[in-house]
C-alpha cells in the first residue's frame, strides 16, 4: 500500500492544530518528538516513511501520547521484527513496507498486542512477508497471509489486499489443526519426559 502524503491541518485561535504530519524523505536518523508531540489531542496520521530510522531509536513512552492516532507510516525505513511499539489502541492502519523484517512471530506479536484494534496491516517489501516481488513463491505467499490473519482476526486489509471471510476461515482452520498438533506433541514430550524420570529414579532406588 503506497502513500503520497501532505499535511493537512486545521487552524485554531491559539496554534496550528494538525490532523496529519508528514517527515517523509527527510534523511532521518531519530523521530522528531519535539514537533510531533506538540499535536497529541489532534494528530491523526503520522508519516515518518523513506528515511533512516531504526529500532534504537523508537521510544514507545513518548509516540503512546498521540492518543488519537489512526494511521501510523514508516515505510522504507530500517526498522526489524524487534522493533517495539507502545500500546496505541486508536491505530486501526500500521503501513511498515520495505524494512528489514525477517521474523515474522515476533513482529506478529508485537503488532497484535500493542494495536488491539487494527485493521489495516502493510508489509509489503519484507523478507518476513514473501511474495512475487521478492522471490517468494505462491504457497509462501498463501502461509504467510494465513498466519497473519490467524494471529489477527479483526484484520481487514493485509498488504494490497481484502481479506476474505473464506480465507479467514481457512485460517482459523489452519492454525487450529497446528495448534492441536503442537499440543499433542508437547504432552507426548512431557510424558516421555515424565517416564524417563521415573526409571532414572528407580534405578537409583534400585541401585542403593
Not at 489531542?41 to 508519516?47: P, Y
Not at 508485537?110 to 494495536?115: G, L, N, S, Y
Request: glycine share 4%; hydrophobic share 30%; charged share 25%.
Amino acid at each position: 500500500m503506497d502513500h503520497q502524503s501532505s499535511g493537512q491541518h486545521s487552524q485554531t485561535s491559539q496554534a496550528p492544530s494538525f490532523q496529519w504530519l508528514s517527515f517523509a524523505y527527510q534523511g532521518l536518523t531519530e523521530i522528531p518528538y519535539e514537533t510531533i508531540l506538540t499535536q497529541t489531542e489532534s494528530l491523526e496520521v503520522l508519516d515518518l516513511s523513506n528515511n533512516l530510522l531504526e529500532d534504537p531509536y523508537w521510544n514507545p513512552a513518548l509516540l503512546g501520547r498521540l492518543e488519537k492516532l489512526t494511521t501510523l507510516i514508516l515505510d522504507c525505513n530500517n526498522y526489524s521484527s524487534h522493533i517495539k511499539f507502545p500500546y496505541m489502541p486508536s491505530v486501526t492502519t500500521v503501513c511498515i513496507n520495505k524494512n528489514k523484517i525477517n521474523n515474522l512471530p515476533v513482529f506478529v506479536e508485537e503488532i497484535k498486542r500493542k494495536f488491539p484494534n487494527i485493521k489495516i496491516l502493510s508489509m509489503m517489501n519484507n523478507e518476513a512477508a514473501p511474495s512475487y516481488f521478492n522471490g517468494g513463491s505462491l504457497t509462501q505467499y498463501k502461509d504467510y497471509r494465513q498466519y497473519v490473519i490467524s494471529q489477527i482476526p479483526g484484520l481487514e486489509i493485509l498488504d494490497d489486499t481484502e481479506v476474505l471471510e473464506k480465507e479467514r476461515a481457512q485460517a482459523r482452520k489452519t492454525y487450529r489443526l497446528q495448534q492441536s498438533r503442537q499440543n499433542r506433541r508437547k504432552r507426548k514430550e512431557d510424558s516421555a519426559k515424565k517416564h524417563t524420570h521415573m526409571q532414572n529414579k528407580s534405578s537409583a532406588i534400585i541401585g542403593e
